[in-house]
């Protein structure tokens, strides 16, 4: 049951909608020991994360029909504690990373975020 705690806080979701980003934030990941799973819709992430621990969650300002910050609330909301990483301005207690995303900072605020969850 330890490990497979271990082994899940490793786990990312991106709720991202711009292909080219995602394929190159989901490859580093890969490298980086990360399972990435993936959500196109904003309720399929909240969803997602009832259904599994995730260590973090990577979303993208997009046509979700909510903003940015209302998404983020809900998400803090559904699983408390969870970090979310927003490619873009962060609200609340969202980590932020600007677009360009720079691959290193990007993979240093994931490691961070996962330390943060546990």
């Known amino acids: 049951m330890h490990v497979a705690l271990i082994l899940c806080m490793k786990d990312v979701l991106f709720c991202i909608n711009d ?6 934030l989901y490859g580093l990941l890969r490298q980086e020991g990360y399972q990435v799973d993936m959500a196109d819709r ?4 909240m969803q997602m994360i009832t259904e599994k621990e995730y260590g ?12 940015t910050a209302d998404a983020v609330r809900i998400m803090e909301s559904v699983s408390p504690g969870l ?17 360009p995303v720079d691959l290193e900072e990007f993979k240093e605020a994931v ?4 330390a943060i969850s546990g």
Do not use: D, M, Q, R
């Open 42 to 45: 904003l309720i399929l992430a």
């Open 83 to 99: 970090p979310v990483i927003v490619v873009g301005k962060a609200y609340g207690g969202a980590l932020s990373i600007e677009a």
């Open 111 to 114: 490691h961070a975020a996962h």
């Open 56 to 67: 973090s969650v990577v979303i993208e300002p997009g046509p979700f029909g909510l903003s």
């Open 19 to 24: 292909p080219v980003l995602a394929k190159s």
